[in-house]
């Protein structure tokens, strides 16, 4: 037991590290994961069953438009979604930021679009649910912080249930615009989730307040008819 968790706090130093390396300075309101404070957070967080398996497959958006495919390929790989080949891995089976791509997915969403425009809520929710998995898309404005907190919380507290956000970067102090990126923990003493940020060449995974996260995701997106920005709750 002791070496496992010595093990598994390596992984969280190394991770944390290699997600932090030049990365933009964070506001006071955040707490870098990569800080004493921050993975105490995790050591004592009571819902987390979501960050190994994405820690697992942690990784950064190919470009930065892709926030939501990168955060959809950790959530596909680490609910062990049956994947495609890539020439590359061949004859290995994993999700990518290109063979996640197929005739369904062009069909709801054309992957030069993304390229362009990057995806609002509604499309990672349809996105996603082209294979075999359960979704549930929240906009922020039907909701409250108390019932996102709710359902979030119980999410990270199950196997195979991942939740992915789709919020507005500087309501929270970071710059600037609208971004998506998978929780991996809830800690209740702080009342912060954990978030693992695609764009790592930009920012480290950071602990933020359910107040702030839900004020964030609670911004309207001109790309999407001014909806809110919300949640998306995945599972197997």
């Excluded at 997600?19 to 300075?25: E, I």
Aim: aromatic share 8%; charged share 20%.
């Amino acid at each position: 037991m002791i070496v496992s968790s010595f093990l598994r706090l390596l992984l969280l130093c190394a991770l944390a590290s290699i997600a932090s390396a030049q990365t933009l300075p964070l506001p006071q309101n955040l707490v870098n994961l990569n800080s004493g404070q921050g993975s105490d957070l995790l050591k004592e967080s009571e819902a987390l069953k979501s960050y190994w398996p994405l820690s697992i497959q942690f990784l950064t958006q190919k470009n930065q438009a892709f926030c939501g495919v990168a955060s959809i390929v950790m959530v596909l790989n680490a609910l062990g979604v049956p994947a495609p080949t890539t020439p590359e891995f061949d004859p290995y089976h994993t999700f990518t930021q290109e063979n996640v791509f197929n005739a369904a997915t062009e069909k709801i969403l054309p992957q030069e679009t993304i390229r362009e425009m990057g995806m609002t809520l509604d499309q990672v929710g349809a996105f996603i649910s082209s294979y075999a998995v359960k979704v549930e898309v929240h906009h922020a404005a039907d909701s409250t912080p108390e019932k996102f907190r709710t359902m979030a919380r119980e999410y990270l507290d199950k196997s195979d249930h991942h939740v992915i956000v789709n919020y507005l970067r500087k309501t929270i102090g970071q710059e600037k615009g609208g971004h998506i990126s998978p929780l991996a923990a809830y800690d209740a003493d702080t009342d912060r989730f954990l978030i693992l940020d695609v764009a790592r060449y930009k920012y480290p995974p950071v602990w933020i307040s359910t107040a702030e996260l839900f004020a964030a995701m609670n911004t309207p997106d001109a790309d999407n008819e001014n909806r809110s920005r919300g949640f998306v709750l995945v599972s197997r």
